[in-house]
């Protein structure tokens, strides 16, 4: 997720889109966590039947085991990494993931091999040939239980290269989600495509001697100048020729980002732009944005109409599945309820992907489209405080998204753990008697220090599928000082790990399931016809005007809402404070709101935000009742996206169904 407040792209617009409001029924008829059923016959129960959504899949076996890694060595200065600690003399890790900055990624198309990058310690000088494993690198690792040749489970791709198959370029600083194409010869890192050419990664023939590491490059400059636009989230489409990227905008006091679509195009002997060498350029660069679409938001006179078809692309988080697809973070279609929505290429029609109330970005979604593989912060409760009222619009919102989404994170603990879910998402059935949520993906074991459900251990991103969908990998990190929650120092726990290590790589198989016979899509367009092509040197395209003033929001189902957005004064343009009363409001007919609910922000620096938030919001309905109560002085809370440490004065407090959910502590 975006490190940062919520870009423009969140603001609001009074421009209808002719035609539209495709809704497809995949969204929010999933509530209570804790439900207390009642058994009545309900509108979710009707529309499961007449839309043909099937009863959810029942739990499968999953086998999780930890993949091996380089050995830790504990001295980590030159040559610490000794014949002693690797015999193999093939390189050494750190124990601490800080360090390292482990990240695993996906298959190779083999199945039998997962990407990772990390960073190697404590390698001897040269010309000792250990010196070749040092810094950061990627590497491929043994998923099936082998070895390469030389008896490691392990192998550096990038280690050893010669300088001018990198084209003198300095190393690499960044080769994060590290992704495999479907051909098994190249993998996308950062900005980087690393190349063995025509021979497999995996294969004996691909050398050091074979690797090149090509620079991804993005024009921004009308002449092609310079050297290219900063991306980030770099995310290969299963085409293999086109990728999606965010980009970071600075612009006066407010920090935004953007997501793009483009296609790869190999260029040799390039004449303008740095670096002078072969290169892959980004060309029929898309913007995600569309800026003669409907806004979530927008108003009639006095009537404030809700747009869920709305594209609010804020952070794209991938193109995996089918290819038809982009995953994104945008609007919430609930309140602080943070989820996965995906947008059709073509189409552009919207769909919910993810609808439980705690947050979800990391996203992978099998070849055949049917699972994705998620990382959720469901098993700690910890947006519970936030979201767990269900059915609320999406309207304090347009202020506060980005210090929402930052407090799913303790500093650079994650409360992430994996998930499978179907297609058709969390649900309930059986006439709404039972609730599924999709499945843990490490739900065995005794929860014992080291087990593969220890809590202490939280996913990073990505989780990736196998492309014949019957494994999956992801890593964790053992939470570590000083973000273990509560006062420090902390009794952190000791890792079980290799030498202390604190991240590990794991693989779940799914033994129940029939391989799917995937083949890599024909190319897509490079067209998205509701997207703003982007032309180098062009003013950002951003869609932002801001609804001032005091609405009426009617409940789709009943009942309506006061709202005001009110600026900093009589005169601004910039939406400071939003106020909502609801009368009996209800978007679903499940949930019946009542209550008052004001919420201020301001932003002290580029990073910072500070909320002053008021709510006392009463919830019925037929899963049960909720309430969402500040306490008498207000809630007031800060937090910086860059660090995610949450300070608050003041309670927030969600209750649902007698189930008291509370904010996180000070600084945990
Ligand atoms: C080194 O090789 C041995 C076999 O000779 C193998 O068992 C071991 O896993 C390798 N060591 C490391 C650190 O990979
Ligand atoms: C890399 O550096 C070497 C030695 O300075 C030089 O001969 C070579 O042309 C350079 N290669 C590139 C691609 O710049
Ligand atoms: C895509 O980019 C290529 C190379 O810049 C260009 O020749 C082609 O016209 C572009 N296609 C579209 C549809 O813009
Ligand atoms: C706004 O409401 C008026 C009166 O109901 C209606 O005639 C008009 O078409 C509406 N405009 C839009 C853009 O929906
Ligand atoms: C606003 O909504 C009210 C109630 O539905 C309706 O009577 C009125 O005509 C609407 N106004 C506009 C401008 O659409
Ligand atoms: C938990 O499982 C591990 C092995 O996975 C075992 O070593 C340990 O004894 C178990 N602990 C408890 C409390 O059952
Ligand atoms: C971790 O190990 C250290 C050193 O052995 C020990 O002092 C500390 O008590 C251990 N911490 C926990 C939580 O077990
Ligand atoms: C995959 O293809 C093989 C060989 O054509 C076939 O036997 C198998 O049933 C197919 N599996 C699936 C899941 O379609
Ligand atoms: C707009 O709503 C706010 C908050 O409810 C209220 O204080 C204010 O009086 C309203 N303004 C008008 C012009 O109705
Ligand atoms: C914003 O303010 C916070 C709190 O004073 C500080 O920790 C942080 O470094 C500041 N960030 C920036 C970008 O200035
Ligand atoms: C929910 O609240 C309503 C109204 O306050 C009450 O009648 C009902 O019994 C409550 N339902 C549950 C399940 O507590
Ligand atoms: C909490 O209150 C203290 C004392 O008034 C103040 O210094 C601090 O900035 C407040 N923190 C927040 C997050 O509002």
């Given at each position: 997720m975006i490190e940062a407040r919520p870009?423009?792209?969140?603001?609001?617009?009074?421009?209808?889109?002719?035609?539209?409001?495709?809704?497809?029924?995949?969204?929010?008829?999933?509530?209570?966590?804790?439900?207390?059923?009642?058994?009545?016959?309900?509108?979710?129960?009707?529309?499961?039947?007449?839309?043909?959504?099937?009863?959810?899949?029942?739990?499968?076996?999953?086998?999780?085991?930890?993949?091996?890694?380089?050995?830790?060595?504990?001295?980590?200065?030159?040559?610490?990494?000794?014949?002693?600690?690797?015999?193999?003399?093939?390189?050494?890790?750190?124990?601490?993931?800080?360090?390292?900055?482990?990240?695993?990624?996906?298959?190779?198309p083999d199945g039998k091999h997962v990407t990772a990058s990390l960073v190697f310690s404590g390698a001897p000088a040269a010309p000792d040939p250990r010196s070749i494993y040092s810094g950061l690198q990627v590497i491929i690792v043994k998923a099936d239980g082998t070895f390469f040749p030389n008896s490691d489970p392990f192998k550096c791709i990038t280690c050893g290269i010669p300088a001018e198959n990198r084209f003198n370029l300095t190393a690499s600083t960044d080769y994060e989600y590290p992704q495999a194409f479907t051909d098994g010869t190249r993998i996308l890192a950062g900005p980087y495509i690393i190349s063995c050419g025509i021979h497999q990664l995996a294969s004996t023939a691909c050398t050091p001697e074979q690797v090149y590491i090509y620079p991804i490059r993005w024009n921004v400059n009308v002449d092609g100048s310079g050297a290219g636009g900063t991306m980030r989230e770099l995310r290969k489409h299963p085409d293999d020729v086109h990728i999606s990227f965010n980009a970071i905008s600075y612009s006066g006091s407010t920090i935004a980002q953007y997501a793009y679509f483009a296609r790869l195009h190999f260029i040799h002997s390039p004449t303008t732009g740095i670096p002078l060498t072969p290169r892959y350029d980004l060309v029929n660069v898309t913007q995600f944005l569309d800026s003669s679409g409907p806004s979530l938001f927008s108003a009639n006179g006095t009537n404030l109409t809700m747009n869920t078809q709305a594209i609010a692309v804020g952070e794209a988080r991938g193109l995996s599945g089918l290819g038809n697809q982009l995953d994104y973070i945008g609007f919430c279609w609930e309140s602080c309820n943070i989820d996965i929505t995906s947008v059709n290429l073509q189409t552009g029609e919207v769909t919910r992907v993810t609808s439980d109330p705690e947050y979800?970005?990391?996203?992978?979604?099998?070849?055949?489209?049917?699972?994705?593989?998620?990382?959720?912060?469901?098993?700690?409760?910890?947006?519970?405080?936030?979201?767990?009222?269900?059915?609320?619009?999406?309207?304090?919102?347009?202020?506060?998204?980005?210090?929402?989404?930052?407090?799913?994170?303790?500093?650079?603990r994650r409360f992430f753990q994996p998930w499978i879910v179907d297609r058709y998402g969390a649900r309930y059935y059986n006439n709404d008697t039972c609730y599924y949520q999709g499945q843990q993906v490490n739900a065995a074991g005794n929860g014992s220090d080291g087990s593969i459900n220890d809590p202490n251990w939280n996913g990073g991103a990505d989780p990736r599928w196998s492309l014949d969908g019957t494994k999956i990998a992801y890593f964790q990190m053992l939470v570590t000082e000083p973000n273990y929650g509560g006062s420090n120092p902390l009794p952190c726990p000791n890792s079980t790990a290799q030498g202390g290590r604190t991240y590990r790589l794991m693989l779940a198989t799914l033994p129940s399931r029939t391989p799917l016979n995937w083949t890599t899509p024909s190319p897509v367009s490079d067209v998205i016809p509701w997207g703003q092509p982007y032309v180098p040197g062009s003013a950002l395209a951003t869609s932002s005007t801001s609804l001032m003033g005091n609405y009426t929001l009617t409940g789709k189902v009943q009942g309506y809402a006061d709202v005001a957005f009110?600026?900093?004064?009589?005169?601004?343009?910039?939406?400071?404070?939003?106020?909502?009363?609801?009368?009996?409001?209800?978007?679903?007919?499940?949930?019946?709101?009542?209550?008052?609910?004001?919420?201020?922000?301001?932003?002290p620096n580029l990073t910072l935000t500070h909320v002053d938030w008021y709510s006392d919001l009463h919830a019925t309905g037929i899963y049960g009742n909720s309430t969402k109560v500040t306490s008498s002085d207000g809630f007031h809370f800060e937090i910086d996206t860059q660090t995610n440490k949450f300070y608050a004065n003041g309670t927030l407090t969600t209750t649902v169904n007698g189930v008291v959910y509370e904010q996180p502590i000070n600084g945990g």
């Open positions: 870009p423009e792209g969140y603001l609001l617009s009074q421009t209808p889109k002719p035609g539209g409001g495709k809704i497809q029924f995949k969204m929010a008829f999933t509530f209570w966590k804790t439900a207390t059923i009642l058994g009545l016959f309900s509108l979710v129960h009707a529309l499961t039947q007449s839309t043909g959504i099937p009863s959810p899949p029942k739990p499968e076996p999953i086998d999780v085991i930890e993949l091996p890694l380089p050995p830790v060595t504990a001295n980590e200065s030159t040559g610490g990494c000794t014949y002693a600690v690797n015999p193999n003399g093939t390189g050494c890790i750190s124990a601490s993931w800080i360090t390292s900055s482990f990240q695993s990624g996906n298959f190779l979800v970005d990391p996203v992978d979604t099998t070849s055949d489209g049917e699972w994705t593989v998620i990382m959720d912060t469901t098993t700690e409760n910890r947006m519970m405080f936030l979201a767990g009222m269900r059915g609320i619009p999406p309207l304090v919102d347009l202020l506060i998204t980005g210090a929402v989404s930052s407090v799913r994170n303790n500093g650079v009110i600026g900093a004064d009589a005169t601004s343009t910039t939406l400071r404070t939003v106020a909502v009363t609801y009368h009996n409001y209800s978007d679903d007919g499940h949930n019946f709101i009542i209550g008052n609910e004001q919420v201020t922000a301001t932003y």
